[in-house]
């Protein structure tokens, strides 16, 4: 029997962007929040990363800010809208259940001009995203964007013959009120911003979960 040569490209990694129809409505609000906190929070050592302020993890559990009232909710939602996609396939797992999204950490990055921040990867959670809320025009893939690189780690040189291959990396172009959700076990960074406004985003992770009693029992 005659069989043909066939290729394959496994293990795809789903990403997401959202938009945030209300940004331009909710961005003041939410810049003065954060430079509230800013005072009210010092400056602390942004480690291996450059010219930022990073926030600490625990936004979203925090009464009564313009985070949790004006924010909180589009990212929830988007996260929840990953999972379903993730999971399109398999409907019945959901049926009959309440599904719910659980914030496991929060914050906000404020850079100055010129700061970034070094490839990692985030801790326990399925998803991760990036939401921006301030950035110049003038924002670019590589002024200001975000960087994402393959989810493989490197186990030897990468030949001639593989190295240009246009699905090692993906770039997105930052803008404000969009959001880029992507799995937790992606590594990612940012671009030096040279802009003429500062860049401003807000990071989250997250798990959603099977509830009972509005408490995540089984996480998908
Ligand atoms: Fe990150």
């Known amino acids: 029997m005659n069989r043909q040569t066939t290729f394959s490209y496994l293990w795809p990694t789903l990403f997401g962007t ?18 509230e906190y800013k005072k ?9 990363n450059f010219k930022l302020y990073e926030s600490n993890y625990d936004l979203h ?34 049926k009959g259940k309440e599904i719910g999204v659980t914030i496991k950490d929060s914050w906000f990055i404020h850079y100055e001009k010129g700061g970034f921040v070094l490839p990692h990867s985030h801790g326990q959670c399925s998803w991760c995203c990036v939401y921006y809320v ?21 186990r030897n040189t990468l030949d001639y013959g593989s190295y240009y291959n246009k699905f090692l990396q993906a770039q997105f172009t930052p803008e404000e009120g969009k959001m880029i959700v992507w799995p ?3 590594m990612h960074g ?28 089984k996480t998908l």
Do not use: C, W
Not at 18 to 35: A, C, G, M, S, V
Not at 138 to 154: E, L, R
Not at 190 to 217: H, Q
């Open 40 to 48: 009210k929070n010092p400056s602390k050592k942004s480690g291996e």
């Open 190 to 217: 940012s671009y030096p911003y040279e802009g003429t406004e500062d860049r401003i985003i807000v990071s989250a992770n997250a798990e959603v979960s099977v509830m009972e009693n509005s408490k995540p029992i």
């Open 61 to 94: 559990l925090q009464k009564g800010t313009a985070f949790n009232s004006l924010l909180k909710n589009f990212i929830s939602k988007s996260f929840f809208e990953m999972s379903k996609q993730a999971n399109k396939d398999f409907t019945m797992l959901f």
């Open 134 to 154: 301030q950035l110049g025009k003038d924002a670019t893939k590589t002024n200001g964007g975000t960087y994402f690189q393959k989810p493989i780690p490197n």
């Open 18 to 35: 959202f938009y945030n129809p209300d940004h331009q409505k909710i961005k003041k609000d939410l810049i003065k929040f954060f430079e």
């Open 184 to 186: 937790n076990y992606v």
